[in-house]
């Protein structure tokens, strides 16, 4: 049985137990992280802890623990996990309070973390994935990792339900990003993604993309991308902390380019994969 960490404890996940009147339950009160772990250690931590603080911010919830002690028990809870390859659930609830809109004071967070394995994506029988173009009918705050994902949920089994791996979401006619996952194109051999803004997340994994495009030459845009680039574009990519970067090759049920996975893909792939390398050997953060 995989150990989970629940307000202060290590215990058995089929033994963590929270009230049906926390407001995460009740309310989807709370953000959450999901980061890898590469060999027994947290891949970008400081990025990721940095995005639950700038959430708890947003949702005026007051951090419970500093950086320093995030790391402590997430490094502990892989550790008592097995270590290895891993992929950390974090989420931080407004904590267990009677059922009412306005906050309550005082009120203590509810801290919750799991673990389970992450299996290295196979890049030999990586064939791409389909996706739709779906209206982005979402909050405005998307750029807050909340915990109330149901308008994601229902774009995302849209998508499945007619046979696509993700949803690219259009708003006022620009694509803001996947159901579950940041959007990249290429054009004439750049790289265009969205600027941040409170319409999507601020990628992780989207975010080192752009690092090792600054580190390697890659020409690159950050600005609006249209729908109708993104009908034009030679490649499309989603990017998520746990998949990587996947080539998308089909949308709306037609191909992107020839239908095929692209140069540019695997040359950031490439370079992604060793970067990850480095990681695991300890020669980068």
Sequence with gaps: MPKVYLNGEYLPADEAKISVLDRGFIFGDGVYEVIPVYGGRLFRGPHHLQRLNNGLKAIRIDSPLSDAQWLTILEELVRRNGGGDQSLYLQVTRGI???DHRFPEPITPTIFAMSNP???????????ISAVTLED???????????SLLPNI???????DAEGGEALLVRDGFVTE??????????NGTLITPPQSSHLLPGITRDLVIELC??????????????????????????????EIVPVINIDDRAVADGRIGDEWRKMTRLYR????????????
Aim: hydrophobic share 35%; aromatic share 6%.
């Design 274 to 285: 060793a970067y990850k390398q480095a990681f695991r050997e300890g020669n980068v953060e």
């Design 178 to 187: 996947g159901a579950a996952s940041n959007i990249i194109i290429v054009k």
């Design 97 to 99: 309070a009677p059922r």
């Design 154 to 160: 229902l774009l995302k089994q849209q998508a499945y």
């Design 118 to 128: 992450l299996a290295e994506v196979d890049l030999s029988k990586q064939q791409g």
């Design 214 to 243: 600054r580190t390697h030459n890659v020409p690159h845009e950050l600005r609006p991308i249209t729908k109708e680039e993104l009908a034009e574009a030679d490649e499309v990519w989603v990017t998520s902390s746990t998949k």
């Design 137 to 147: 009918n979402r909050w405005l705050r998307c750029n807050i990792k909340s915990i």
